[in-house]
């Protein structure tokens, strides 16, 4: 198709998916700080007042879990005592084990954690390298945040989700035709008021030079948006691993990225993945690029690598080009220096497209 519509979303932190995988991040960040070779695979659940930490870890530094869970719930926002779930009134409970160690034997060998496929997808229609209608989404996202944490609007509440249709021609972007915010609120606000902000003042900000007249806005389409968060809502690390990635626009191999350290294959080969694809793109081989990763448990070369360059470019020389990196977990780490305690940065609007990042140099 040269015509199309395409759809990306994005949440805030304070949505009870992105909780846990804020959660799950902060533990693997507490424990690379005081041992950069600590093994972490922590899953996360909220519901309503109750915290459930699980997985298998692995480390030479004593972590109080309860105390890291509570300080990273504080942080996204929820501390009013009446609500179910707030910082000081959960219950966490905890069912961590060390790893097994007949992954170990593999791991600690240099071989990947686990068998599976990873894509690192890269395009030049923005400046980032990455897919427009999730850049936008991500931002949209994200102002809502800032704007709730500097007092702009006191209605707005720490759960909130965004979606962006853009239609393509061509395989370019040429219009934003669709904006879909809902935000959680106070129970005070109007949704007049939560309207007009939106429309007025959030999406031309946002949007910039793709803000029109032929744009539709969609704003808490239910009516109201007063209950959210964990206190209404279950969440679970790892589901919104479209949203981590390219919003759709390009594979993902299913292996969430939160809570996991690098030796996980899941994280670093899409890690390494995007930073290949991307320079796939910036190079000029292609206008856009999708790197794929196969791993099997314990051995350290890939069990294949490709990239589909989409017919927008040199294949033959992305292909050759692609082939001159080290793809062995040890050395993907090495490169892009995952041993340090940088993943809380990761958890929120995308884990791609954000400057700071090592495999977005």
Partial sequence: MSS??????SVSEGHPDKVCDYIADSILDAHLTGDANSRVACEVLCKSGQVVLAGEITSRTNV???AVARSAIREIGYTDSAEAFNADGVQVTQFISKQSGDIAMGVDTGGAGDQ???FGYATDETPELMPLPVQLAHRLSQRLSEARKAGERMWLRPDSKTQVSVRYEDHQPVRVETVLVSTQHTAEASQDEIRDYVASCLCPEVLGAWFGPHLEILVNPT?????????ADCGVTGRKIIVDSYGG??????????????SKVDRSGAYF???VARQVVAKGFAKRAEVQVAYAIGRAEPVSVRVDTFGSGDWRAAEEFVRTFDYRPAAMIERLQLRKPIYRQTTNYGHFGKPGLSWEV
């Fill in 273 to 275: 993945g995007r930073f």
């Fill in 223 to 231: 009516g109201q948006f007063i209950e959210g968060g964990p206190s």
């Fill in 249 to 262: 626009m390009g594979r993902h191999g299913g292996g969430a990225f939160s809570g996991k350290d690098p």
């Fill in 116 to 118: 599976g496929i990873m």
């Fill in 64 to 66: 109080d879990y309860e």
């Fill in 4 to 9: 199309y519509t395409f759809s990306s979303e």
